[in-house]
């Protein structure tokens, strides 16, 4: 088989803060393929956003740190580069899309200047070269790409515009692997759907591969090839969309189902007990079990490790592992 | 995090656990602020000019030629033993004065910063949260006054009222307000559309209570680290204004002052000048030092 | 009578510049919006940003100046009141925000928060106003343990219970919820969810529900209305108007919600462009320039609100036209996805959830 085009390998992740050690991420294993979208699923807190980070090492290095694992890109270990090093992968071969396009902007530059520039930082290449290049990225976008857009400042365009123009930045270098952390959440319904027909499209045109972080699910269900659950700085499930939305195993997927408002009277809405936990203490074996009603003895004190339940559909759940007895994956049908 | 008890009507808990929260916040803030040796540096230096203003009669060596009597008997005498920083023209020990100047620098910025902030922080709250025509009119004043630059609009005034410490003040406090209600005003203004402004409004809670409960408080950050950065200026002004004659007048022991009357002789007797101008120095240092201090500790904009 | 009844409502704000604050640009928020809403019923006010949702709110509050119309509150026209009395008449209005941390002032305590009503609006003190806290804290859910704690120090869900219990602190009839979830996670969503359900059955409570999360509306609401740059374009009870939209942007709303059902993928972005500027809204009806069925008519008219098929509705195309097209994708969109027990499910297939079960549920 051949190796994916990202491979995160049991990574722990720690912060110092001034009450204690944040144990932000523990044991996180994923791997995305060439133009596959995975979709990283969990509410806030729960890891999504530091593990999308921690590949581009944009978390500060005083403050976080990574106790072990390694992250694999075709096959090179990001961890132990440089920041020298990074800087060069940063944009070229991984980019990111962050959820406040206004803020990842700069301000007192224009639209063009920006996309060029980050161009000509990466690809030694003349001015019409990157311009060419520019507009190739904006039209991929579907942006237009006469004067006024490229001459006005990001503060003059819409939010969906904005977000597009981040995009086109984002892939401007022909970056392989597109990290995009709730590129939509800011945005409007209509403008969001516009914004992941756009993802699909830059996956299936150009081949990017993406990790796409959100805490909705219905995003990820619409966009995603396959998708990781995340609590608690744990990835619970993982599998294709389709096994890990409608055939879902850990009770925190399917107890996150049953939170969704979607054609639901606001009795029938069940809620999940209790409250994150707090991650410079957190519950010792499933980090779930205080919440858990399928909670088993077991589960207070041994982690659950990710059991595959059927072909690439993986769950970490002792209670999963019992019904379903001993590992067997069922035939394809 | 302990558990407390569920408050029973009638006991409803002491003074200290009603202000818990407040409690663990200056504490942790003051945590964070011990740990900056500089800031610490500044606070014991400025608790020793304290300790030595108020205990100036007993400590100081020559208490009278502190307040200021002469005795022609040992002018200008290098410093020895009887006279650690010499003496002045008038044959007055520079210690003592030094000690008994320590006074008028605390009394004055301390006089100077409350003026200040009862005059600006209600009025750029009042302009700021109202806005309108009431904050067109005050932003105008305080235009008018920030057209001058502080030090000869400082001047000018004390030129006008007469030349004495009071007067100063007076001058002072006129030309720092504008800064504050500018501050506040802008604050205000931008916690005027804040949720919680406007919950309040819905509630029927009056403009003036507003002001005083929700704008004014959480516009106060900025303003103390404002205040802790400025008082070694005010210290300073105080003393520039009497080293130029415009404030305290001889033989009152200011630092300014003294280190003006040493200026003839700064060439052969330089202790006169130099000790004053040594106190001024290091009072205004430490003030400084803990403005940083408490800027990393309050201002969000600067927290890692 | 319904308890709020609102009519015409228009709202405009002037965009000032320079020192003589002369007027260059007005902003037209909202324009002629009508609707009302029923003592204890669930309305939602549904739209995207710029659609003069949350205007419409604050102009019910008090806290923007209409320019013409009537909201009518308690059978008296707040717009027509004298002041004193205008501000007695909105004690029976609260309202929640949707950003927890910042609707409560970081530097009072829980029950600070919480008094502050009782202290203005009806001047309790002493014991009486500690047991009334008490009493809305239990009320919302929240332990007094806490009660000294300042907002900084809880969750996200646990600020808007504080922010829920200070709006029910002075009994009102009604509370408008302007976005209160969309701030939370899911699992907080929910709860919270079912908390203002709770309460406005306990409490004969009306909500006006302002979201853009139409997944939330449909299970809250009992009435929708659409607006679109300021104004509404179809109102009516939710079924009709979630499972027979008749106006092309309110099909493009619901078709634009993400479903999680990953069989079933839109295909296409239901609406292309950007809202325009409400400086300069676009002329007749003012969707056309987005509008998939845009007719002459529509450039040059806007479209009277009016009752068409069991709803209110704003749109030039005539009732004959089939949408039956677009309404079959918005209703996809909504599909849900369902999970069972695994131990009780008899084959690895879940049911086809293409046909929506015909409900009949209670709402709020």
Not at chain 2, 27 to 53: E, H, M, N, P, Q
Not at chain 3, 134 to 147: A, F, P, S
């Amino acid at each position: 088989m051949e190796s994916p085009l990202l491979d995160i390998r049991d990574l722990r992740l720690e912060f110092r803060s001034y009450r204690g050690v944040v144990k932000a991420l523990d044991g996180v294993s994923l791997a995305v393929d060439k133009a596959e979208i995975l979709g990283l699923v969990g509410e806030s807190g729960c890891g999504k956003t530091i593990t999308g980070m921690s590949v581009l090492g944009l978390l500060p290095r005083q403050q976080a740190r990574v106790t072990s694992g390694e992250v694999l890109f075709r096959g090179d270990d990001l961890l132990r580069k440089s920041e020298h090093e990074m800087q060069r992968i940063r944009g070229r071969l991984i980019s990111m899309v962050f959820q406040d396009p206004l803020a990842s902007l700069n301000p007192v530059f224009t639209v063009g200047d920006q996309i060029t520039k980050v161009i000509r930082e990466h690809k030694r290449v003349s001015k019409k070269a990157a311009r060419d290049a520019m507009c190739r990225a904006l039209s991929e976008t579907g942006l237009p790409t006469h004067k006024t857009l490229l001459h006005s400042y990001p503060h003059q365009l819409s939010g969906g515009m904005r977000q597009r123009v981040c995009m086109a930045m984002a892939i401007s270098c022909d970056s392989p692997l597109l990290i995009a952390d709730e590129p939509t959440t800011a945005l409007d319904v209509t403008i969001q759907m516009q914004i992941l027909k756009l993802l699909l499209r830059l996956r299936e045109e150009l081949g990017v591969a993406q990790i796409l972080v959100t805490h909705n699910v219905g995003v990820a269900a619409q966009t995603c090839d396959r998708i990781a659950v995340m609590y608690a700085g744990q990835v619970v499930e993982q599998g294709p969309t389709v096994a890990v939305m409608k055939e879902a195993r850990h009770p925190y997927t399917m107890a996150l189902y049953e939170c969704l408002p979607q054609g639901k009277s606001a009795q029938e809405l069940l809620t999940i007990p209790g409250s994150v936990p707090d991650l410079i203490d957190p519950p010792a074996g499933c980090r779930f079990h205080p919440r858990c009603r399928r909670v088993l003895d077991v589960c207070r004190d041994v982690r659950p490790p990710l059991v595959e339940v059927a072909r690439g559909h993986r769950v970490a759940c002792h209670w999963v592992a019992e019904q379903s007895g001993p590992v067997r994956i069922p035939p394809e049908s | 995090m302990e558990m407390r008890r569920t408050p029973i009507l009638g006991m409803w808990g002491s003074y200290r656990t009603r202000h818990q929260a407040a409690f663990e916040e200056s504490r942790y803030s003051l945590r964070v602020f011990l740990k900056d040796r500089l800031a610490l540096l500044g606070v014991c230096l400025i608790l020793a000019t304290i300790i030595v203003a108020v205990a100036a009669p007993w400590i100081a060596p020559y208490p009278d030629q502190g307040r200021g009597a002469s005795n022609v008997k040992e002018r200008l005498e290098a410093p020895s033993r009887a006279h650690p920083f010499g003496t002045d023209a008038s044959g007055r020990d520079v210690l003592s004065r030094v000690i008994f100047g320590a006074r008028i620098p605390l009394m004055i910025s301390s006089v100077v910063v409350a003026a200040v902030l009862i005059i600006g922080v209600p009025l750029g709250g009042i302009a700021g949260y109202i806005g309108g025509w009431i904050d067109e009119l005050v932003m105008r004043i305080t235009d008018i006054f920030l057209a001058f630059p502080a030090l000869i609009l400082a001047m000018a005034l004390v030129a006008f009222l007469g030349p004495s410490l009071r007067n100063v003040a007076i001058a002072l406090v006129i030309t720092w307000w504008p800064w504050y209600t500018r501050l506040v005003r802008g604050m205000a203004v931008s916690l005027r559309q804040r949720p919680y402004v406007l919950a309040a409004r819905t509630m029927g809670v009056s403009q003036w209570t507003i002001i005083r409960r929700h704008v004014l408080p959480n516009a106060l950050g900025p303003v103390v680290v404002q205040v802790s950065l400025d008082v070694g200026t005010v210290i300073l002004e105080v003393a520039g204004l009497s080293f130029i004659g415009l404030g305290a007048r001889p033989p009152q022991p200011e630092w300014g002052l003294m280190v003006s009357e040493g200026r003839e002789y700064i060439l052969s007797e330089w202790w006169i000048s130099t000790f004053p101008g040594l106190a001024i120095f290091l009072l205004v240092l430490a003030c400084n030092l803990v403005g940083d201090g408490l800027r990393d500790v309050l201002d969000p904009r600067t927290k890692r | 009578m319904p308890l709020l009844s609102v009519s015409d409502l228009t709202v405009h704000f002037n965009i000032r510049r320079g020192l003589t604050r002369r007027s260059i640009d007005v902003v037209h928020a909202a324009d002629e919006v009508s609707f009302s809403l029923e003592r204890g019923g669930t309305l939602a006010l549904v739209g995207e940003s710029g659609s003069g949702k949350t205007t419409v709110a604050h102009a019910i509050l008090g806290l923007n100046k209409p320019q013409a119309g009537s909201i009518v509150f308690r059978d008296r026209d707040l717009l027509c009141l004298p002041k004193r009395e205008r501000r007695a008449a909105r004690r029976g209005m609260q309202v929640v925000f949707q950003d927890p941390y910042s609707s409560l002032n970081p530097r009072m305590t829980v029950h600070d928060l919480v008094a502050e009503p009782l202290r203005v609006g009806s001047r309790m003190q002493g014991d009486e106003l500690r047991e009334r806290v008490l009493e809305l804290l239990e009320m919302v859910g929240l332990g007094t343990q806490h009660l000294w704690r300042r907002p900084h120090e809880f969750s996200g869900g646990q600020c808007q219970r504080i922010a829920i219990a200070r709006a029910l602190a002075l009994s009102p009839d009604l509370v408008v919820l302007d976005e209160p979830t969309s701030a939370l996670d899911v699992s907080v969503q929910a709860r919270i969810l079912t908390l203002l359900h709770r309460l406005q059955r306990e409490l004969t409570l009306s909500y006006l529900f302002i979201a853009h999360d139409l997944a939330v509306v449909e299970s809250v609401a009992s009435q929708v209305a659409v607006m679109y740059l300021g104004t509404i374009v179809e109102s009516g009870p939710t079924e009709v108007i979630f499972n027979d939209a008749r106006h092309p942007y309110t099909l493009a709303l619901l078709a634009s919600v993400p479903s999680p059902d990953p069989e079933h993928r839109s295909e296409g972005a239901a609406l292309s462009g950007d809202v325009p500027s409400a400086i300069h809204p676009p002329g007749g009806c003012r969707f056309h320039p987005r509008c998939a069925f845009r007719m002459d008519v529509c450039e040059r008219e806007a479209p009277p609100l009016v009752d068409r098929r069991g709803r209110r509705l704003a749109c030039h195309l005539p009732d004959s036209f089939d949408l039956s097209a677009e309404q079959e994708v918005a209703r996809l969109a909504r599909a849900t996805t369902t999970v069972e027990e695994p131990g009780r499910r008899p084959s690895a297939r879940p049911r086809p959830t293409t046909e929506v079960p015909p409900k009949t549920r209670r709402r709020w």
